[in-house]
């Protein structure tokens, strides 16, 4: 078949190219930001991933530990039940942080009380431990720091579903320690 000059298939491969908006990536990049980029190995997207899953993890048991401080400032008579709470969750905190450092493309976890930066740089809001304040009776206030430890144990325990083994641990953990503070306050808040 010895075909020499322009075939329709050069030609359609000619507009194509010619017609692809400017940032797109080719075959065999990987749809990096730069054409001739390598997809992340398998690796890279597994340590990516533990890395979001330990950031997110991390916020949830920010809010918690957020709730706890709250609960002390309004109430500081409530510091020998909220106390232990709040020194296994600082804990559990250096505990879920990253080990290697920030990942590209990975924002932190907002800190505890304030807003972590949008996609766009601006702050967002972070979840507030308590959107209707802190109860000004000390056992419903208890009751809601109780409610928390129980949210914050259940999401630890639905982060289970996509972790690493050796990162499923250490949440069952969290949240099986989370689950007995908040079964010991909201005993304390009824009695």
């Given at each position: 078949m010895g075909r020499t000059g322009l075939t329709r298939r050069r030609v359609l491969a000619a507009a194509t190219a010619a017609?692809?908006?400017?940032?797109?990536?080719?075959?065999?990049?990987?749809?990096?930001?730069?054409?001739?980029?390598?997809r992340p190995s398998a690796a890279e997207r597994a340590r990516r991933a533990e890395t979001i899953l330990r950031r997110r993890s991390a916020a949830v048991s920010g809010v918690l530990l957020a709730g706890c401080d709250e609960v002390l400032g309004a109430h500081p008579a409530l510091g020998s039940r909220v106390a232990p709470l709040r020194e296994v969750t600082v804990r559990?905190?250096?505990?879920?942080?990253?080990?290697?450092?920030p990942v590209p493309g990975?924002?932190?976890?907002?800190p505890a009380g304030?807003?972590?930066p949008g996609p766009a740089?601006?702050?967002?809001?972070?979840?507030?431990?308590?959107?209707?304040?802190v109860p000004a009776e000390p056992g419903?206030?208890?009751?809601?720091?109780?409610?928390?430890?129980?949210?914050?144990?259940a999401a630890h325990t639905a982060a289970l579903v996509g972790a690493p083994p050796e990162l499923a641990r250490l949440l069952a953990s969290v949240a099986a320690a989370g689950a007995a503070q908040a079964f010991?306050?909201?005993?304390?808040?009824?009695?």
């Open positions: 017609t692809a908006p400017a940032g797109c990536s080719g075959p065999g990049s990987g749809g990096g930001d730069r054409p001739g980029a390598s559990h905190l250096a505990a879920l942080e990253p080990r290697d450092g990975t924002a932190p976890p907002a304030g807003a972590a740089g601006a702050p967002s809001p972070a979840p507030h431990p308590f959107p209707e304040g419903a206030a208890l009751g809601e720091l109780a409610a928390l430890a129980s949210r914050t144990a010991l306050l909201g005993a304390g808040s009824r009695g």
